[in-house]
């Protein structure tokens, strides 16, 4: 395939993606945790999730949310 084909392809492929909407994307499995949970055994869930990430959820309210790449850069690797 050439590149003005994949080029038109990209372009029909957006065009179908712009047509939907966000809950058609929505992810519905990510791990919650509590705010209390302990760094150790966060790290251990945000490994697990195919994700690499948990939200952290305190009484049904989002608090916040936590990434592999936020454990990286606590380390500066």
Avoid: Q
Avoid at 59 to 71: A, H, K, R, V
């Amino acid at each position: 395939m050439g590149g003005r084909e994949l080029i038109r392809k990209a372009d029909r492929t957006l065009g179908e993606l712009m047509s939907m909407n966000v809950l058609d994307f929505t992810v519905r499995d990510i791990p919650m945790l509590d705010p209390d949970t302990s760094i150790s055994e966060a790290w251990e869930t945000v490994k697990r999730s195919s994700y690499g990430s948990a939200l952290v959820v305190k009484s049904y309210s989002l608090e916040g949310f936590i990434t592999e790449m936020d454990f990286l850069k606590a380390v500066e690797v």
